[in-house]
C-alpha cells in the first residue's frame, strides 16, 4: 500500500496527471531565482526544450546565452560563481556533462562552487532522437566527483522542489532530468529534503505500528521509473509478494540509514533507474551494501548497451526497465535469499 | 604614467623572482621553467605596478581579478605574490611538496590570494569572462585579468570564451597572452600553428595591443590603454622570450617542462644546472 506519510496524488495508478521532469525545473528555477537574485541561468542553444526559457521570461537580465558551446557553459558559470552567483547551466546531458566533464572538475568540483548542472534528456526516454542524445552514464560521471551532490527527481513535482533545495545548497550539484511526460506521483505536501530517501510503499495490510518485518524486496528507484516501480509493487502485492518502494531522489550523498534500514528488513535489494547498470544508483547501493550489509542484490537498468530511436515507453520495455521486469528482478531478489 | 625609477624598480623585482623561481624548482625536482622566467617581467609589473590588491588583505573586495588560464607556469605567480608579501619568500621551497600551500598547478583553496583553479588547459578565458560578466551585471569598477598561453590557443573551450567575451562586449576584461612560441613537444608553428594571432583576435571582436613582454613600460601602456577601451575586452598580446634571464635556457622548448637539475645535459651537467642558472641571472659565467 501507499505509504500514508508519503503524501502522494490521488489516482497514480489509473488516471495519473502527467507532466516532464524538466517542467518542475523550469518552475521551480523561476521560483528559485525570485528568492534569491543570486541565481542566473545559462544556457547553451536550448533555452526552451531544458525549460530554461521560463527564467529567461521572468528575469532576461540574469539569463546568459552562450551559444552551442557547453565547454564555456560549464566554466563562464565556474567564473560567475567565484563571483558569487548562483549558476544552473543547462544543455542535455550527453553534452553537459558529457562533454564538459574535465572543466566541470577543475573549475566547479575542486573550486567548489555553487554552479547547480542540469543534465537534461537523459535516459533512453529522450525516444526519437536516438543513442546520441540519450544520457546513460551521467550519474556515473557525476557521482564520482567529489563535493558534488547528485539529484534525481521522481517527477515534475519534486523536480520543482529540488530545484529551489539545489540553489540552496551551497556547493555543486547536479541535477538529472527527462524529457517525456511522466505520472505526477508526489504533491506539494510530499516529503522532500535533499539527501534524505522517501518511503512510497509498504506492505499491507499493516496490523498496526510501522512494522515492515513481512517486507520481502526492498525496491530502490530514482527518478520517473519510480512510477513503474510502484506499478510492480502493487502487482506484486496481488501476488502475495509484498514490497516495500524507496524513492533515492538523492543518489549521493546516498541516505545510507534509509537504505540499509530497508535493506536489512527484507534482506533482498533491487535498483530500477533508466541508466546503465554501471555506476548509477544500483553502484552506489551496492557499494554501501558490500561494505556494511551484504545482501542479495539484482539491477533493472540498461545493461552495458546505447539506446536508439523509439518511443519513449517502448524504449524503455525493450531495454527492460517496464514493471515486469522490476517484478522479475523481485523474483529473482527473493530466490537468491 | 610610469617613471623610470618606477621601471628600475619592478626590473629589480623581476630579477628577485626568476631567482626564486630557480631556487623553487631546483628544491621541487619537477615543474616548468621557460613559461614561468619568461612571464617574470609581467607578473612583476602586475603585482607591483598595475593591479589594485593588498597583500595583507587577499579577499579585498576591490581588487582586482588575475586569472591564470595557463595553471603550469604558477610558480611565477608564487615567487612574485611572495616577494610582493602575501606569504614568506622561503615557503616558495615547498612548492609541489606533500602538505604544501604551493600545489604544481595551482588550487583555489589552498592558497589565499588565487582566484581558481588551473593547470587543464583552455578554460581561464571563459572563467574570467563569466566572473567579468557577473561583476558587471553588479556595476563592480574592478578589472579582471586573465594570463593565458599561446599553446592553449589550440584549445577549444579558449575560442568559446574569447566569442563569448566578444558578444557581452566586456571591457572590463584584460587578458595577456604569453606569447613564447614553444610548447611541451616543440615550437607551436610546427606543433599546431596559431598565427595570425592578433587577427584572430580582431575578428573576434577584441580590442589587441601588441607589446614587447620583456619592457616593463610598454607593458604597462597597455594595461592603461585596455581601461580606456570600453566597448570590446583587450587582448594585450606580449611576445616573450622563454627561459627569459637565463641564455642556457632561452627559446629552447626542452625547458618548457622540466626543472633545473633535469633539464637537457647537453650544455651544464645535471648537478651544476641550479649554480649555473643563478649566476647567469646575474649576469656572469661560471
Known amino acids: 500500500m501507499i ?68 565547454q564555456n557553459l560549464a566554466t563562464v558559470a565556474a567564473g560567475m560563481a567565484l563571483y558569487g552567483k548562483i549558476p544552473f547551466i543547462n544543455s542535455y546531458a550527453t553534452f553537459s556533462p558529457g562533454r564538459n566533464w574535465e572543466q566541470i572538475r577543475t573549475t566547479i568540483g575542486i573550486n567548489n562552487v555553487p554552479v547547480i548542472v ?31 551532490t547528485v539529484i534525481y527527481a521522481c517527477d515534475a513535482e519534486e523536480g ?53 518485518v513481512n517486507t520481502d524486496v526492498a525496491i530502490f528507484a530514482t527518478g520517473h521509473l519510480v512510477h513503474n516501480a510502484l506499478l510492480a509493487a502493487r502487482d506484486l502485492a496481488e501476488e502475495g509478494i509484498e514490497t516495500t518502494v524507496v524513492n533515492v531522489h538523492t543518489i549521493k550523498p546516498l541516505d545510507e540509514e534509509t537504505i540499509l534500514r530497508e535493506a536489512k528488513r527484507a534482506g533482498a ?13 544500483g553502484g552506489a547501493i551496492a557499494e554501501l551494501l558490500a561494505q556494511k550489509m551484504p545482501t542479495p542484490m539484482e539491477f533493472v537498468g540498461v545493461h552495458d548497451t546505447y539506446g536508439q530511436s523509439g518511443e519513449p515507453k517502448e524504449l524503455v520495455e525493450y531495454y527492460g526497465m517496464g514493471a515486469s521486469h522490476i517484478k522479475e528482478a523481485v523474483k529473482r531478489a527473493i530466490s537468491r535469499k | 604614467m610610469i617613471t623610470d625609477a618606477d621601471v628600475k624598480k619592478i626590473e629589480a623585482k623581476a630579477l628577485a623572482i626568476r631567482t626564486t623561481i630557480i631556487e623553487m624548482l631546483a628544491a621541487a625536482k619537477s ?13 612583476a609589473a602586475l603585482y607591483f605596478h598595475v593591479l589594485k590588491h ?45 602538505g604544501s600551500r604551493l600545489q604544481g598547478h595551482p588550487e583555489y583553496h589552498m592558497l589565499p590570494g588565487l582566484e581558481s583553479t588551473s593547470g587543464p588547459l583552455g578554460s581561464g578565458i571563459s572563467e574570467a569572462a563569466g566572473y567579468a560578466y557577473a561583476a558587471r551585471m553588479d556595476k563592480k569598477t574592478f578589472r579582471v585579468f586573465c594570463a593565458t598561453s599561446d599553446g592553449e590557443h589550440e584549445e577549444g573551450n579558449t575560442w568559446e570564451g574569447i566569442m563569448f567575451a566578444g558578444k557581452y562586449r566586456l571591457a572590463n576584461l584584460t587578458a595577456i597572452m604569453d606569447r613564447n612560441n614553444i610548447q611541451i613537444d616543440g615550437d607551436t608553428e610546427d606543433i599546431m600553428p596559431l598565427e595570425p594571432l592578433a587577427d584572430k583576435y580582431r575578428a573576434f571582436n577584441w580590442h589587441v595591443i601588441e607589446v614587447d613582454g620583456h619592457n616593463i613600460r610598454e607593458f604597462v601602456d597597455a594595461c592603461e590603454e585596455a581601461k580606456s577601451i570600453r566597448e570590446k575586452p583587450t587582448m594585450i598580446l606580449a611576445h616573450t622570450t622563454p627561459g627569459k634571464g637565463v641564455p642556457t635556457i632561452e627559446n629552447d622548448y626542452r625547458w618548457h617542462g622540466n626543472p633545473p637539475g633535469k633539464g637537457p645535459t647537453d ?10 642558472f643563478l649566476a647567469e641571472l646575474e649576469g656572469k659565467t661560471v
Open chain 1, 269 to 281: 535489494v533491487v535498483s530500477v533507474e533508466e541508466h546503465q547498470i554501471a555506476g548509477g544508483l
Open chain 1, 118 to 148: 542540469c543534465g537534461h534528456h537523459t535516459g533512453v526516454s529522450v525516444g526519437p532522437d536516438g543513442a546520441t542524445h540519450q544520457a546513460l552514464e551521467d550519474i556515473a560521471m557525476m557521482r564520482a566527483l567529489p563535493h558534488f
Open chain 2, 267 to 276: 650544455k651544464i651537467p645535471a648537478d651544476k644546472q641550479k649554480e649555473v
Open chain 1, 3 to 70: 505509504h500514508p506519510d508519503a503524501k502522494l496524488a490521488e489516482n497514480i495508478f489509473d488516471k495519473p496527471s502527467t507532466a516532464s521532469t524538466r517542467e518542475g525545473f523550469g518552475k521551480g528555477v523561476v521560483e528559485a531565482g525570485t528568492a534569491d537574485e543570486r541565481v542566473v541561468v545559462l544556457t547553451a542553444d536550448l533555452a526552451e526544450s531544458t525549460q530554461a526559457h521560463h527564467f529567461q521570461k521572468a528575469f532576461p537580465e540574469r539569463f546568459v546565452q552562450v551559444g552551442v558551446a557547453e
Open chain 2, 54 to 98: 593588498d597583500p595583507k588583505r587577499p579577499d579585498l573586495a576591490e581588487r582586482d581579478r588575475l586569472f591564470l588560464s595557463n595553471g603550469h607556469i604558477v610558480p611565477v605567480r608564487y615567487a612574485t605574490m611572495a616577494h610582493a608579501g602575501y606569504f614568506p619568500v622561503e615557503e616558495c621551497l615547498t612548492l609541489r611538496k606533500f
Open chain 1, 160 to 212: 520543482r522542489k529540488a530545484t529551489i533545495a539545489a540553489a540552496k545548497l551551497g556547493g555543486p550539484v547536479y541535477m538529472r532530468w527527462a524529457r517525456d511526460k511522466t505520472p505526477i506521483m508526489t504533491t506539494p505536501g510530499s516529503p522532500f529534503k535533499v539527501g534524505k530517501a522517501n518511503v512510497l510503499w509498504i506492505p499491507s495490510p499493516r496490523t498496526e505500528g510501522p512494522s515492515l
Open chain 2, 31 to 43: 615543474g616548468h621553467t621557460s613559461g614561468p622566467l619568461g612571464m617574470a617581467d609581467i607578473f
